[in-house]
């Protein structure tokens, strides 16, 4: 993960003199942007895993800040697990106030991931603050959807406004479908976080600025940075050390470039708060990070949250057995399990997602998978006899759990066994809270 | 014609969002491209996609095994630093 995505989440003390009654409140419950927030809680989720930059503070290869490789699947936590899992620890810390979306990449580089858990989040708990760490290079055009969505917390890493230091920090940038590098491509990126910030800000978001102090680098540039920063209205200016450990693998590392030593890094906060608030109490957080600052929580141990009802669609062929292959389904009965029992709901037809090998053109399978996907709105689970993996995947992302294990079961058996663990899970998970 | 990725890839997804063709797949694998649909990129003007925006050197490769972004030129990290990491990473594993 990068260092400005784990560092993104923190704050200040002097809230600008100038500001309006609604941003006050909304620095007021924010963890990171507000020293006396913090009975607040925020948490992280990381369903962004690209990125559109290198910065030579960054090794793509390593979860930075504790070195375990980010694995295909544990990166990619899809928008419908990420809400699962806001769900579960809102449960369990009501304190959660905020979520944001920090990495493992750049949110923006994965706009849709990130706008779709923000979205879902937003409508799960409308109480929620929404928040968003980025390197700005793609805020000017995601900006409209942010906004949408109502993401009123923004926070941008610019490191520095002036391209010749910035080909010391960026090896290179993608735009516009080209790689670019050198001062071009630190040119491009700054010309861009700038615009970003100036759109976000007059936008009404309350944006706060991340920097990394790196030594002989950018550390006399700071007061000047800070000015422009303050000339634009960021709100508060977070400066943050280089961390430049060789175990990390970053270039930085590597070749031997330094961090601040403390007193360097009093000096740069120092020069910088001549023009902008400075943020002290940031604990450098990841990009999974969940519970208030300085203090960590294991969301794996939190007791899934178990809904009290359940909507199960089957695909059955008999109309008695679970023995219709997903693709093939024309329609799917409907039944909501609960406590109490099993209640049929009305059928739902829709157009076969697939209509044998020959046929299933990709573009055509994947109109009709969006199709699918609309007819099993609201549904939790799917039961059918077999089903193709593509297909699998994507009731997955969209939060539905596919089961093939009751395949040629009876019907009525199959939801009964669902029914019975449902039950199951939800003693359990009523234990959990009284016992743990 | 068509690229292909390599086990160097870490899944970072990025070339499956830039992919033009929608070449880029994910399974239970890992990331792969589908030789029927990537054209290289022959039909738009930029050149390869996946290649342009992927971060891990060696990770895309053409029919002929050359790698779109050989050692040493994404992370400026000269080659022999970045050897001794692969070493220490294989070492890990191991
Ligand atoms: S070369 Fe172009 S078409 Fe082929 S996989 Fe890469 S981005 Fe897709
Ligand atoms: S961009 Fe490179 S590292 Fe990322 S998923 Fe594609 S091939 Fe793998």
Redesign the interface.
Known sequence: MSQSASQSACSASLPPPNMSAEQAALVEKHPCFSKGAHQFARMHLAVAPACNIQCNYCNRKFDCSNETRPGVSSSLLSPAAAVQRFAKVKQRIPETQVVGIAGPGDPLANPNATLATLKAVGQHDDEVHLCVSTNGLELEDQLPKLLEIGVKHLTITINCIDAAIGEQIYAWVYFNGRRLRGKHAAQTLIDRQLKGLKLAIEAGMLVKVNTVLIPGINDWHIAELAEELQRYGAFVHNVMPLISDPAHGTYFGLMGQRGPTDEELAQARSDAGVSMAQMTHCQQCRADAVGKLGEQVNVDEIPDVVPAELTVAVASRSGEYIDQHFGYAKSFDLYRIGKAGVEALPARDIEAYCRGQNECDEDEAQLRMSRALHTLEGVDVLLCSRIGLPPRQALQEAGISVNTELALKATPEALEQVRQQLLEKSAQGSCAKECG | MALRITRSC?????CK??CPQ?AV????H??AINAH?CDECAS????P?CG??C??ECAIVDNEGRALNPLGS????PCE?EQV?QLT?LAGHA
């Open positions: 870490i899944g970072c997804n990025a969002l830039v929608k797949v994910r399974d239970a890992g990331y649909r738009q003007p930029n050149p996609q342009e925006i971060p891990i994404l992370t400026g990290i630093q990491i990473e």
